[in-house]
Nanobody
Framework: QVQLVESGGGSVQTGDSLRLSCTAS?????MGWFRQAPGKEREFVAA????????DYADSVKGRFIISRDTYTDTISLQMNNLKPEDTAVYYC?????????????????WGQGTQVTVSS
């Protein structure tokens, strides 16, 4: 059974940090994090290629968020630092089986259920 298990999230204040984690029950080429705020379209946040560790970040989070992989626990983490109210959204992890150089637009095949991140000012 294909399964993505997310953890982390919560409510914090501006400048705080949170860590999201996601574990897949199957292999994949890359894992990405996306977010969707109320009334807005889902947007790319960050992604990492499992085998090589190549990463990509949205400009809005570059320098504040760090995506990483733990090959021992098969977990992808998204460390979110210096959070801002505009980071408030439901965050989703997703995996793609497609080998691609563009992690932002590649089709992601499987999605987690999402976890809420709320940043208050």
């Amino acid at each position: 059974q294909v399964q993505l298990v997310e953890s982390g999230g919560g409510s914090v204040q501006t400048g705080d940090s949170l860590r999201l984690s996601c574990t897949a029950s199957f292999g994949y080429f890359a894992m990405g994090w996306f977010r969707q705020a109320p009334g807005k379209e889902r947007e790319f946040v960050a992604a990492i290629v499992w085998r090589t560790g190549v990463k990509d970040y949205a400009d809005s989070v570059k320098g504040r968020f760090i995506i990483s992989r733990d090959t021992y626990t098969d977990t992808i983490s998204l460390q979110m630092n210096n959070l801002k109210p505009e980071d408030t959204a439901v965050y989703y992890c997703a995996t793609t089986l497609t080998s691609s150089r563009n992690l932002r637009i590649v089709r992601y095949d499987y999605w987690g259920q999402g976890t809420q991140v709320t940043v208050s000012s």
